[in-house]
């Protein structure tokens, strides 16, 4: 039925911020159903931020990929039958054919099947896995995160309220800033651009931070060190403001000394490390979404064209939530 | 008996470098007697490099204290009759009074009394807790420590030599660098002033180091993250490139994103932490003393007025080992 698939590629390595003309789109020819493979056509593709460090060490001309949600066309597999939906790696395909044992059928009853990319997905693991396992979050302590309105931050603030904790969350704008306070019931939020971070958590947090979830690096790690509490801990998930370093990195925080007589400690993660707990992850996590504890947004684009852009956008806060790409069926 | 002691105090807040200005002897009186107190008369006064961060918070005028070993002169306290040796934390005096449930009794015959303030005492209990606790240390593990030379430093590297690691050390001189590898038997040891750190960690340990220990900060820490194997651990004792920072702070490492794919983890702590091990830790350290598998060295000052000299010294590499002030009983 289908001969061939449209996949982006990278015509180049990024330097600094990505740009339209990082990424190709190329006809790529589709071989024929070997046993046990199946024709997959992708329905929601995913974009992320750590796809931008996986981009340094990617040879141009090489197709690109990352999480994706699909429907099964056709189909040389009992354990994948045609009509399946499934969760693959090939983001930024419109189709592709792999060995079924590659793939995750999905259950579009216990939750939506965009979700599976975001709350229900890769995103909401890290959250949850970096929030009550790196960070061994207990109830009722005081914590911070950044990026809070994007995809991961914005549910480990509201897994934190669940367990009665005192939530303090940073972003970009004040719409995003006015959203964690009345759409997510965070406690406290500031607007990173404008607004002094020690001042904040000072005011929000007189007696400190317990926890602070990193997902930005630079001026935010720097004041959350500062205003850390005795056996603070600082899961590190990522660092976006260094992501786009060219030639000379940004330096990292001035303050790490705060971490001896605080007994501060900071852990790096992904997600993998959380594999062998994904089943009670999902579990718990659709219980949530069906009780309407936890509420989540997507920022859909339409399109395979509107990738790289979608992705682009990451980067200029162009996001609230899960970044999704649509694809027409 | 004594009816005054000399002691030093701080005269103003050091600037940078503490200077022998920063420090005043004063006569004080000494109260008599009380019920459970004693007068003791000390022997060896330890000078430290956390005192430095220490001094940024006293107010002018205050009195000087740190570890010290003495003897009791006079006692009201059926513990601590007189002759009784004493760890005390009253550095910097030539005598005091004090109840005697603020000070340990010493075993002169488990190890020499010097060594109280050191392989016995205080860095030795940094050395062994950083390194196996708070360090989590394997046996056969790769591990690099800065400020080796040190007192802390040499003992980490020759505990982690007695379980069979793979050993790599930095220190301020050639002399320092050489004594490191015939003396204490470290497996490869840099001079951080004219050695790259980079290339000297990846000639040596090409798999990465495991294990960090550090004291210094600044390029030798951007080095160790850089060259860290996945799941690396670095205890923070302490970063004495910073202890002296004038007006702004020295950055940081740039390159803590390492941390997040490697799932490395930085972890503050102070001595304290340790406490509950202490008995386990003198036993086991005595038992290697007695045996010559753990050597130590001590740089000795003579007298009470040398004690602002030894300080300062400890921040342009005048000593090997501890450094101590030896008192005319």
Not at 39 to 68: E, H, I, T
Not at 72 to 86: H, I, Q, R, W, Y
Not at 248 to 256: A, D, F, K, Q, S
Request: charged share 20%; hydrophobic share 40%.
């Amino acid at each position: 039925m289908f001969k061939s698939a449209q996949v982006y590629h990278l015509a180049r390595t990024p330097q600094g911020l990505p740009k339209t003309e990082d990424f190709e789109l190329r006809e790529v020819a589709l071989n024929p159903l070997q046993t046990d493979e199946v024709l997959v056509q992708n329905l929601y593709l995913s974009v992320d931020p750590y796809m931008r460090g996986r981009m340094r060490f990617m040879a141009p001309g090489s197709p690109l990929f990352g999480a994706a949600v699909g429907q099964v066309l056709d189909s040389k597999s009992a354990a994948l039958p045609e009509g399946t939906f499934v969760l693959s790696g090939r983001s930024w395909h419109s189709h592709f054919v792999d060995n079924a044992e590659a793939l995750t059928p999905l259950d579009p009853n216990l939750a939506p099947l965009p979700s599976y990319l975001g709350v229900m997905g890769m995103p909401g693991l890290t959250a949850w896995g970096g929030l009550l396992i790196t960070g061994e979050y207990q109830s009722g302590e005081s914590l911070f995160v950044s990026a809070a309105s994007g995809a991961v931050g914005n549910l480990v603030g509201q897994i934190a309220k669940l367990q009665g904790g005192h939530v303090i969350g940073s972003a970009g704008s004040d719409d995003k800033v006015e959203s964690l306070i009345k759409d997510y019931g965070f406690d406290h939020a500031f607007n990173y651009k404008t607004a002094n971070a020690l001042a904040e958590l000072r005011s929000s947090a007189p007696e400190g931070i317990d926890v602070y979830f990193e997902n930005v690096g630079g001026a935010q790690l720097e004041a959350a060190l500062t205003h850390m509490r005795p056996y603070g801990r600082i899961p590190i998930c990522g660092m976006i403001a260094h992501y786009n370093d060219d030639g000379e990195p940004t330096p990292g925080p001035r303050n790490l000394t705060e971490t001896i007589y605080k007994f501060i400690t900071l852990k790096g993660f992904v997600v993998s490390a959380f594999e062998s707990e994904r089943k009670k992850f999902q579990t718990q996590m659709a219980a949530w979404i069906q009780s309407g504890d936890i509420r989540y947004e997507e920022t859909v684009y339409e399109g395979l064209e509107s990738t790289p852009d979608a992705f682009i956008a990451l980067f200029n806060g162009g996001n609230k939530g899960k970044m999704l790409v649509k694809l027409e069926p």
